[in-house]
């Protein structure tokens, strides 16, 4: 058989140029050789497309026995010119191109890979065509199947972040990191899942600048004078944005605790079974006695009990 471009042609044979008979001596050979022509043709690969070409084969042979010998026994005017034919004419057949398989698209747990799959046929030394699939007579050969399929190692699953904590400054965001199945449907213990790929179950966050320290003011208490001027109390306390006591607060911004007010004295004189007194025990009344203000309605309402005989 001989083989061109992938095509197989028929087998044909050539017939060499064997020395000549021992048993004749090559300068008694008759000058009247005749030059002849072989029936067989041998196969040549000059051709442009999947066509070859036969030539034929010009010998020179004896008269007597048919037998070949060298050329120069033979007259070269009489040596006829070697023709040659196409051969082969018919297309070569259809072939399956299988391409190399590309990467398994899984490491475990059963994935797929692919590979490509042409059926082609070629129309020259260095050129092909692509066919329709059912151009091909053998049967296809697949382009997808399976691979990986041993299961995967447990692996650690991180869950969502928790907000930052506190609401401002420097802070911590936390979540949880669990040991599953690949799938995910099975939790295992940490210990199962490598510890040095383990993502961190907590991580720095700020979500900015605190507010600082405020003064914060209680509502007033009750006048001390029960009639005319006294005075009121309220807490102040320097707090900060959790409400925890500070001492950050600026003092030239210190609301006041205590404030002067005045009541509304009652004109109708006290009955002869009230008791008279110190209204509140106010610290001043002893003030009041030494400075001569009893005879003054308000201190002597005030201090009823210190002014009294004064």
């Not at 066509?51 to 050329?71: A, P, Y």
């Not at 007194?277 to 400075?291: G, T």
Request: charged share 20%; with cysteine.
């Amino acid at each position: 058989m001989c083989v061109f471009h992938g095509c197989l042609f028929p087998t044909i044979y050539s017939i060499p140029n064997p020395p000549p008979s021992s048993g004749h001596q090559c300068n008694s050979l008759p000058l009247a050789g005749r030059a002849g022509q072989l029936a067989s043709f041998k196969a040549n690969t000059l051709a442009a497309s999947w066509t070859g070409v036969q030539r034929q084969e010009v010998v020179c042979k004896r008269l007597d026995d048919n037998s070949i010998v060298q050329n120069n026994f033979c007259d070269p005017d009489s040596k006829p010119p070697e023709n040659q034919r196409s051969c082969n004419t018919e297309p070569c057949p259809p072939e399956w191109f299988i391409g190399d398989w590309l990467e398994c698209s899984k490491t475990c747990d059963g994935g797929m890979r692919t590979r490509a799959v042409l059926c082609i046929r070629k129309v020259g030394p260095s050129e092909e065509e692509t066919l329709d699939y059912g151009d091909c007579l053998t049967h296809r050969p697949v382009e997808k199947e399976s691979c990986n399929n041993q299961s995967c190692p447990p692996q650690w699953v991180a869950l969502d972040w928790s907000e930052c904590t506190p609401k401002c400054g420097s802070g911590f965001k936390h979540r949880i990191v669990l040991c599953k199945s690949s799938d995910l449907s099975k939790t295992f213990p940490a210990a199962q899942c490598p510890e040095e790929s383990k993502p961190p179950a907590r991580i720095r966050c700020s979500l900015g600048r605190c507010p600082p320290p405020r003064w914060v003011t209680g509502d007033w208490g009750q006048c001390s004078a029960q009639c005319g001027l006294g005075q009121q109390m309220r807490t102040v306390q320097c707090l900060s944005y959790t409400g925890q006591a500070s001492v950050d607060c600026p003092e030239t911004v210190r609301p006041p605790s205590m404030q002067q007010c005045d009541s509304k004295c009652d004109s109708t004189p006290l009955s002869s079974t009230e008791e008279c007194k110190d209204v509140n025990k106010v610290a001043y009344c002893p003030l009041v006695l030494k400075f001569k203000f009893c005879s003054r309605a308000y201190f002597r309402q005030m201090c009823c009990k210190t002014c009294q005989g004064h």
